[in-house]
Every structure is written in structure tokens, then in C-alpha cells.
């Protein structure tokens, strides 16, 4: 059994067609289909199929996942991990506090607000990502 691969129809993945006139899409879709072509596989979806981790190697992946996890909040809560959080932040706001308009004289302070910026772009890239 002989596999092949055809390009897919990128006017069908494409989200930003809106602008598109009729005209111009018709012509696009004469232009890719004109060029479709077909592309032996020789084996290699197989061969790929092959190299994936199986049943047994994702559900160790995950129970590990779930051990390390469950360690990781044991192992903060016995230590009242808490307490040093509570007490760095009420260090930082306290310096913030006190700061006087010297507040991007504090390196601590300059290296938090750079995280929190950068975490906050990061969470609104991932929450608008369409997967």
C-alpha cells in the first residue's frame, strides 16, 4: 500500500480571506490546483508512526507528572513554603511603599515587574493561541 501526500487547500485553512474578493479567489484556487501535485511517501509515515512513544511510555509520562506534582505541593506545604512567599512579597510592597520615586532604582523591583510583564503577555499569547 502506497502512501501519498497532497498539498493541502490553503484557502481552506485560512482564517484571513475576509479581504478576498471573489475574483481573486478564484484565481488563487486555479493557481494552487494547477500546481498540485503528488508527493510519494516512501514509508515515511509509517516509519513516523513507528518512532511515537506508546500507550504504556505516555501513561508513565503522566503518572510521573502527576507524582512530581503531588511531591512538589507536599513538599511546599510541609515547609510552609507560604510563609517565605508572604514574606518576600510584603518585603517588596514594602520597599514599594517606602520607595519615594526611587522605585526603578531597585533592581528587585525592575526584575519583578520585567517577569510580570512577561508572564502576562505570555498568558494572553496562549489564551488567544487557536490550537
Not at 77 to 92: D, E, Q
Not at 97 to 106: G, K, R, S, V, Y
Request: aromatic share 12%.
Amino acid at each position: 500500500m502506497e502512501n501519498k501526500t497532497k498539498y493541502n487547500d490553503p484557502l481552506a485553512q485560512s482564517a484571513d480571506l475576509d479581504n478576498v474578493s471573489t475574483a481573486d479567489e478564484q484565481l488563487i484556487r486555479q493557481f494552487f490546483t494547477e500546481r498540485m501535485s503528488e508527493i510519494p511517501d516512501d514509508g515515511f509515515t509509517q516509519r513516523v508512526m513507528n518512532r511515537l512513544p506508546s500507550r504504556t511510555e505516555q501513561w508513565l509520562n503522566r503518572l510521573w507528572i502527576a507524582f512530581c506534582t503531588i511531591a512538589g505541593i507536599v513538599l511546599f506545604v510541609a515547609g510552609c513554603g507560604w510563609r517565605g512567599i508572604w514574606g518576600s512579597l510584603r518585603g517588596l510592597w514594602a520597599d514599594v511603599a517606602t520607595a519615594d520615586w526611587t522605585l526603578w532604582q531597585n533592581p528587585v523591583m525592575i526584575y519583578s515587574m520585567a517577569i510580570f510583564v512577561i508572564l502576562a503577555i505570555t498568558s494572553h499569547e496562549l489564551m488567544e493561541a487557536k490550537y
